[in-house]
């Protein structure tokens, strides 16, 4: 059983597009965590979200934590083709070594 | 600083083969990991250090055997591979368990 169900599991779209990644768990995290992993690259931390309905902009990215922190999602503005990757999300419970979601991979074509 | 450094980047090997893979970080992190991805998959937990013992062996098979000299430093050494265990080998380091973990770029391996 996935203790973190990430969907959808693969994204294909134009650049200019809007776009929104999911994270959902029937478990508290104590915090979550969302990652980009380009090819053949190691995933780089994005974001840490903690508290619940908390949200977070990084530029055209947007990560919301749900109000139980059971539940993530990334939006994504306007996409440009730099933002093509494989999105991991992570959610960590305490000490717990945190569980990783089955990623998204997102294409975004010119 | 928030680097967590990997050699080699690429590996060649052969099934008999003995080599090593190294990682280190300067973070100040006491908890240290090793995953295995394979394409578009996540990382899957290998082995966990948590102040330099190791705390997590997620039933990874003996060919590999990790090493933590110190606690900036991990290795996985790898002999009598198979095919199979070609895939990216990626660090990680946190703080502690449970914390976020930084990764580093991976070592591509594939065994010949």
């Known amino acids: 059983t996935q203790l973190l169900e990430q969907s959808p599991q693969f994204l294909s779209i134009q650049e200019g597009e809007n776009l929104t990644v999911y994270c959902n768990s029937s478990?508290?995290?104590?915090?979550l965590q969302w990652y980009r992993q380009e090819p053949g690259e190691g995933p780089v931390l994005l974001v840490t979200?903690?508290?619940?309905?908390e949200v977070k902009k990084l530029k055209r990215l947007t990560f919301q934590f749900g109000d139980a922190r059971k539940d993530s999602s990334l939006h994504i503005t306007a996409a440009q083709t730099g933002d093509t990757g494989l999105y991991l999300c992570?959610?960590?419970?305490?000490?717990?070594?945190?569980?990783f979601g089955r990623g998204t991979s997102l294409i975004v074509h010119p | 600083d928030t680097e967590v450094t990997q050699t080699p980047k690429h590996l060649v090997m052969g099934m008999t083969n003995k080599k090593s893979l190294k990682c280190e970080q300067h973070?100040?992190?006491?908890?240290m990991y090793w995953y295995k991805q394979k394409a578009k998959k996540p990382p899957e937990l290998m082995f966990v250090?948590?102040?330099?013992?190791?705390?997590i062996n997620e039933s990874v098979p003996s060919r590999f055997s990790p090493e933590c000299p110190n606690s900036s430093l991990l290795n996985l050494h790898l002999h009598a591979l198979q095919p199979e265990d070609s895939a990216l080998y990626l660090c990680?380091?946190?703080?502690?368990?449970?914390?976020?973990?930084?990764f580093g770029p991976g070592t591509r391996l594939t065994v010949t």
């Open positions: 979200v903690v508290t619940g309905g």
């Open positions: 973070m100040g992190h006491r908890a």
């Open positions: 990680a380091s946190s703080q502690g368990t449970g914390y976020e973990q930084y």
């Open positions: 478990s508290v995290f104590s915090s």
């Open positions: 250090y948590s102040y330099e013992k190791l705390s």
């Open positions: 992570a959610g960590a419970r305490g000490s717990y070594i945190p569980t």
